[in-house]
């Protein structure tokens, strides 16, 4: 299979600790974004990259959450000291972006963070 | 600022049923929109999408068209089957032409269909 891939799927930790999330986009796509998604809530954008480049960051994201994409290919998004508010399904989709036109945006599973 | 708004559901049809989902939105200057389908246990996917005034996107039988004068991009099935039930997204890009840097959703409409 060669679509966007997340791990983990569920993820449930206690307040305070860190945790990691991890996203592989499809091979070719040079664009990566992450999205938030809370119960009963349409996904809420959280921050893009172009290749290793972060390009663009949400008011949501707060200095308790880092995204990296250190090679250009996988990502990861760190929330540091969590919060029970940070309970939400984290989305990771990809593109293939070229001159002033983006292609579609395919997106993974998610991974499901339940903060006690 | 940009933001979606579509109907709540749950959207409860029989097969075969005429199904309409409303979504209008707020936007300065062109943006593109989008469908969304969500089904259970997998990634959204892109249904349709449309770039400008107008324009109607058009996949699997299903339809919007971009309506700037009503700020609205409805979407529209004549025949459902039991296989289109699912979780329904409607999006816009405040980007023009269909650039998706940054998508902007509404809640999403729970649509099920009955045998």
């Known amino acids: 299979d060669t679509g966007v891939s997340q791990d983990p799927r569920h993820k449930i930790t206690k307040r305070g600790q860190n945790v990691t999330f991890r996203c592989d986009p499809i091979?070719?796509?040079?664009?990566l974004y992450w999205y938030r998604q809370t119960l009963g809530q349409g996904p809420e954008f959280l921050t893009y990259?172009?290749?290793?480049?972060?390009?663009?960051k949400s008011r949501l994201l707060s200095d308790r959450f880092s995204a990296e994409r250190p090679k250009g290919s996988f990502s990861t998004l760190e929330i540091q000291r969590t919060e029970q508010g940070d309970s939400a399904m984290y989305l990771c989709a990809s593109s293939f972006h070229r001159g002033s036109n983006t292609g579609e945006l395919f997106f993974g599973e998610g991974s499901r963070l339940t903060v006690l | 600022g940009n933001s979606v708004t579509q109907m709540e559901g749950p959207v409860t049809l029989s097969e075969e049923a005429f199904l309409t989902i409303n979504c209008t939105y707020t936007?300065?200057?062109?943006?593109?929109l989008f469908w969304y389908v969500q089904y259970p246990g997998e990634g959204l996917q892109l249904l349709l999408k449309?770039?400008?005034?107008?324009d109607k996107g058009s996949n699997k039988g299903f339809e919007a068209t971009y309506r700037k004068e009503t700020t609205s991009f409805h979407l529209e099935k004549g025949s459902v089957q039991v296989s289109d039930s699912a979780v329904y997204f409607c999006a816009l890009s405040p980007n023009y032409g269909g650039a998706t840097n940054k998508l902007i959703f509404g809640t999403g409409t729970l649509l099920a269909v009955q045998p």
């Open positions: 449309a770039t400008k005034a107008d």
């Open positions: 091979s070719e796509h040079n664009r």
């Open positions: 990259f172009q290749n290793e480049a972060q390009l663009e």
């Open positions: 936007a300065t200057g062109y943006p593109s």
